[in-house]
T-cell receptor, first 112, second 112 residues
Framework: RKEVEQDPGPFNVPEGATVAFNCTYSNSASQSFFWYRQDCRKEPKLLMSVYSSGNEDGRFTAQLNRASQYISLLIRDSKLSDSATYLCVVSLMDTGRRALTFGSGTRLQVQP | DAMVIQNPRYQVTQFGKPVTLSCSQTLNHNVMYWYQQKSSQAPKLLFHYYDKDFNNEADTPDNFQSRRPNTSFCFLDIRSPGLGDAAMYLC???????????FGDGTRLSIL
């Protein structure tokens, strides 16, 4: 089983739609959680951190469910510019390994 | 202003000819990472430095080496590139390994 799993998509949605992505992680000791966005042939960029209480940044809402070991990202009122790959990222504090584990990403295509 | 700078943006080398990719940072972060990313795949961690401590991933080929002569710079050396090493190479930094990572623009490596 992969450490971080995401539905690869693609998710094809019309402008203005609401779309949700889920991500599951295998290690219950995982500590930090993030969503990154990656445009084609560009570097990943931090979209938002994910906190236990859930957090919102404009049209984006992230939630964490530790009991079920999944993270979600909700995008409301989708824009064409939201088209990208969304990477779920998890940090595991074990044996001093200070590294993040990336999911393989979910591709979103917002259509006019 | 770019905070994680990778050079060059594009690198073409010959099969078997050693190549070095460079990364510098102005963030004074303790941790620097090298990732390999191939098309439609998640970034794959090759290794990382926490200060001067080198951490190699178990499945990173011996062909890949790294140097961190000081806090600001980190190099990726590919001793004998094969066709399968053609990829985007991403450098990232983190304050302590648990905070979000900041990525450079990447170096796209092609092998002739």
């Amino acid at each position: 089983r992969k450490e971080v799993e995401q539905d690869p998509g693609p998710f094809n949605v019309p402008e203005g739609a609401t779309v949700a992505f889920n991500c599951t992680y295998s290690n219950s000791a995982s500590q930090s959680f993030f969503w990154y966005r990656q445009d084609c042939r560009k570097e990943p960029k931090l979209l938002m951190s994910v906190y236990s209480s859930g957090n919102e940044d404009g049209r984006f809402t992230a939630q964490l469910n530790r009991a079920s070991q999944y993270i979600s990202l909700l995008i409301r009122d989708s824009k064409l510019s939201d088209s990208a790959t969304y990477l779920c990222v998890v940090s595991l504090m074990d044996t001093g390994r200070r590294a993040l584990t990336f999911g393989s990403g979910t591709r979103l295509q917002v259509q006019p | 202003d770019a905070m994680v700078i990778q050079n060059p943006r594009y690198q073409v080398t010959q099969f078997g000819k050693p190549v070095t990719l460079s990364c510098s940072q102005t963030l004074n972060h303790n941790v620097m990472y090298w990732y390999q990313q191939k098309s439609s795949q998640a970034p794959k961690l090759l290794f990382h430095y926490y200060d001067k401590d080198f951490n190699n991933e178990a499945d990173t080929p011996d062909n890949f080496q790294s140097r961190r002569p000081n806090t600001s710079f980190c190099f990726l050396d590919i001793r004998s590139p094969g066709l399968g090493d053609a990829a985007m190479y991403l450098c990232a930094t983190s304050r302590d390994g648990y905070q979000p990572q900041h990525f450079g623009d990447g170096t796209r490596l092609s092998i002739l």
